[in-house]
Protein backbone atom coordinates (compact mmCIF):
# COMPACT_ATOMS: atom_id res chain seq x y z
CA UNK A 1 0.00 0.00 0.00
CA UNK A 2 1.33 3.56 -1.17
CA UNK A 3 2.51 5.67 1.88
CA UNK A 4 -0.04 8.37 0.87
CA UNK A 5 -3.11 5.66 1.01
CA UNK A 6 -1.95 4.03 4.20
CA UNK A 7 -1.33 7.77 6.04
CA UNK A 8 -4.65 8.21 5.19
CA UNK A 9 -6.19 5.35 6.27
CA UNK A 10 -4.94 5.49 9.89
CA UNK A 11 -6.54 9.21 9.59
CA UNK A 12 -10.02 8.04 8.65
CA UNK A 13 -9.67 4.89 11.35
CA UNK A 14 -8.52 7.39 14.07
CA UNK A 15 -11.82 9.70 13.04
CA UNK A 16 -14.01 7.12 13.29
CA UNK A 17 -13.04 5.89 16.72
CA UNK A 18 -13.26 9.47 17.78
CA UNK A 19 -16.85 9.53 16.56
CA UNK A 20 -17.51 6.11 18.04
CA UNK A 21 -16.34 7.23 21.15
CA UNK A 22 -18.29 10.31 21.12
CA UNK A 23 -21.38 8.63 20.59
CA UNK A 24 -20.42 6.02 23.19
CA UNK A 25 -20.81 8.75 25.49
CA UNK A 26 -23.79 10.11 24.21
CA UNK A 27 -25.12 6.55 24.08
CA UNK A 28 -23.91 5.80 27.91
CA UNK A 29 -25.61 9.28 28.90
CA UNK A 30 -28.95 8.07 27.56
CA UNK A 31 -29.05 4.53 29.00
CA UNK A 32 -28.01 6.45 32.69
CA UNK A 33 -31.27 8.92 32.09
CA UNK A 34 -33.53 6.25 30.65
CA UNK A 35 -36.77 5.95 32.24
CA UNK A 36 -38.65 2.56 30.42
CA UNK A 37 -36.94 -0.50 30.31
CA UNK A 38 -37.01 -0.64 26.85
CA UNK A 39 -35.31 2.61 26.04
CA UNK A 40 -32.44 1.52 28.63
CA UNK A 41 -32.29 -2.09 26.75
CA UNK A 42 -32.28 -0.21 23.26
CA UNK A 43 -29.36 2.13 24.86
CA UNK A 44 -27.42 -0.77 26.46
CA UNK A 45 -27.60 -2.54 22.85
CA UNK A 46 -26.80 0.71 21.36
CA UNK A 47 -23.44 1.16 23.82
CA UNK A 48 -22.52 -2.35 23.47
CA UNK A 49 -22.38 -2.65 19.77
CA UNK A 50 -20.39 1.15 19.69
CA UNK A 51 -17.55 -0.49 22.32
CA UNK A 52 -17.05 -3.64 19.98
CA UNK A 53 -17.06 -1.26 16.90
CA UNK A 54 -14.78 0.93 19.03
CA UNK A 55 -12.39 -1.40 19.64
CA UNK A 56 -12.21 -3.15 16.42
CA UNK A 57 -11.75 0.32 14.66
CA UNK A 58 -8.75 0.81 17.25
CA UNK A 59 -7.55 -2.70 16.84
CA UNK A 60 -7.71 -2.04 12.68
CA UNK A 61 -5.48 1.31 13.50
CA UNK A 62 -2.88 -0.33 15.37
CA UNK A 63 -2.44 -2.56 13.06
CA UNK A 64 -2.11 -0.52 10.30
CA UNK A 65 0.29 1.34 12.11
CA UNK A 66 2.09 -1.49 13.22
CA UNK A 67 2.48 -2.52 9.46
CA UNK A 68 3.69 0.96 8.76
CA UNK A 69 5.93 1.16 11.42
CA UNK A 70 7.41 -2.31 10.41
CA UNK A 71 8.22 -1.15 6.55
CA UNK A 72 10.16 1.91 8.15
CA UNK A 73 12.08 -0.36 10.17
CA UNK A 74 12.47 -2.73 7.10
CA UNK A 75 13.39 0.07 4.94
CA UNK A 76 15.98 1.42 7.40
CA UNK A 77 17.25 -1.46 8.15
CA UNK A 78 18.24 -2.40 4.37
CA UNK A 79 19.96 0.74 3.79
CA UNK A 80 22.07 0.85 7.06
CA UNK A 81 22.96 -2.71 5.80
CA UNK A 82 23.76 -1.34 2.50
CA UNK A 83 25.85 1.50 3.96
CA UNK A 84 27.57 -1.39 6.14
CA UNK A 85 28.41 -2.88 3.19
CA UNK A 86 29.45 -0.50 1.27
CA UNK A 87 32.00 0.49 4.30
CA UNK A 88 33.15 -3.03 5.04
CA UNK A 89 34.11 -3.33 0.73
CA UNK A 90 35.54 0.33 0.68
CA UNK A 91 37.63 -0.84 4.05
CA UNK A 92 38.43 -4.20 2.31
CA UNK A 93 40.17 -2.63 -0.69
CA UNK A 94 42.30 -0.20 1.09
CA UNK A 95 43.68 -2.58 3.78
CA UNK A 96 44.52 -5.05 0.66
CA UNK A 97 46.26 -1.63 -0.90
CA UNK A 98 47.90 -1.42 2.45
CA UNK A 99 48.73 -5.15 2.99
CA UNK A 100 50.90 -4.94 0.02
CA UNK A 101 53.13 -2.32 0.98
CA UNK A 102 53.72 -3.65 4.47
CA UNK A 103 54.48 -6.88 2.85
CA UNK A 104 56.90 -5.38 0.36
CA UNK A 105 59.05 -3.54 3.33
CA UNK A 106 58.86 -6.38 5.28
CA UNK A 107 59.30 -10.41 5.21
CA UNK A 108 56.45 -12.48 5.93
CA UNK A 109 56.58 -13.77 9.47
CA UNK A 110 55.72 -16.86 10.41
CA UNK A 111 55.46 -15.45 13.82
CA UNK A 112 52.15 -13.81 14.24
CA UNK A 113 53.52 -11.43 16.18
CA UNK A 114 55.74 -9.99 13.98
CA UNK A 115 56.95 -6.34 12.81
CA UNK A 116 54.59 -6.88 9.52
CA UNK A 117 51.58 -8.46 11.35
CA UNK A 118 51.38 -5.80 14.12
CA UNK A 119 51.48 -3.33 11.38
CA UNK A 120 48.43 -4.70 9.76
CA UNK A 121 46.83 -4.57 12.79
CA UNK A 122 47.62 -0.83 13.74
CA UNK A 123 46.34 -0.03 9.93
CA UNK A 124 43.22 -2.40 10.35
CA UNK A 125 42.33 -0.11 13.80
CA UNK A 126 43.07 2.96 11.57
CA UNK A 127 40.83 2.12 9.21
CA UNK A 128 38.23 1.07 11.15
CA UNK A 129 38.60 4.40 13.03
CA UNK A 130 38.46 6.74 9.64
CA UNK A 131 35.41 4.70 8.16
CA UNK A 132 32.98 6.16 10.91
CA UNK A 133 33.87 9.43 9.96
CA UNK A 134 30.98 10.89 7.90
CA UNK A 135 33.10 12.06 4.93
CA UNK A 136 34.95 7.97 4.81
CA UNK A 137 32.70 7.30 1.33
CA UNK A 138 33.42 10.41 -0.41
CA UNK A 139 36.84 10.39 0.11
CA UNK A 140 38.98 8.80 -2.50
CA UNK A 141 41.03 5.87 -2.36
CA UNK A 142 43.88 7.45 -3.30
CA UNK A 143 43.47 10.16 -0.93
CA UNK A 144 42.79 7.64 1.96
CA UNK A 145 45.75 5.32 1.04
CA UNK A 146 48.15 8.64 0.93
CA UNK A 147 47.36 9.51 3.94
CA UNK A 148 47.78 6.36 5.85
CA UNK A 149 51.18 5.90 4.39
CA UNK A 150 51.75 9.57 5.68
CA UNK A 151 50.66 8.02 9.27
CA UNK A 152 53.02 4.85 9.15
CA UNK A 153 55.97 5.97 7.38
CA UNK A 154 55.59 4.50 4.09
CA UNK A 155 56.22 6.46 0.81
CA UNK A 156 53.24 7.21 -1.44
CA UNK A 157 52.88 4.76 -4.24
CA UNK A 158 53.85 6.56 -7.51
CA UNK A 159 50.44 5.77 -9.00
CA UNK A 160 48.29 7.12 -5.77
CA UNK A 161 51.13 10.44 -6.24
CA UNK A 162 50.17 10.25 -10.26
CA UNK A 163 46.14 9.88 -9.70
CA UNK A 164 46.42 12.71 -6.94
CA UNK A 165 47.95 14.93 -9.41
CA UNK A 166 45.17 14.31 -11.97
CA UNK A 167 42.54 15.38 -9.44
CA UNK A 168 43.96 18.38 -8.12
CA UNK A 169 44.43 19.31 -11.63
CA UNK A 170 41.08 18.69 -12.50
CA UNK A 171 39.79 20.29 -9.57
CA UNK A 172 42.31 23.36 -10.07
CA UNK A 173 40.77 27.02 -11.30
CA UNK A 174 41.03 28.03 -14.43
CA UNK A 175 41.73 32.02 -15.62
CA UNK A 176 38.26 31.91 -17.43
CA UNK A 177 36.57 30.46 -13.75
CA UNK A 178 36.03 27.12 -14.92
CA UNK A 179 37.41 23.65 -14.13
CA UNK A 180 38.57 21.02 -16.40
CA UNK A 181 35.51 19.35 -15.69
CA UNK A 182 33.37 21.86 -16.33
CA UNK A 183 31.52 22.66 -19.54
CA UNK A 184 32.26 25.69 -21.51
CA UNK A 185 29.15 27.63 -21.79
CA UNK A 186 31.07 30.69 -23.82
Given at each position: ??????????????????????????????????????????????????????????????????????????????????????????????????????????????????????????????????????????????????????????????????ALAMVAQADAPRPNGHSVTAPDSS
Amino acid sequence: MSEPLASRHEQMLGEFAEWLHASAREAHTRLMESESAEEFTAYNNALHKLGRNLRQTLALHKRFADDRLEVEADAEAEAEDARQESRRWKRSRLRHAMERMVWDEHERDDDEDGPGERLLEDIELRLASLSTDPGFFETDDEVVIARLCQEFGFDVPPHIVQALAMVAQADAPRPNGHSVTAPDSS
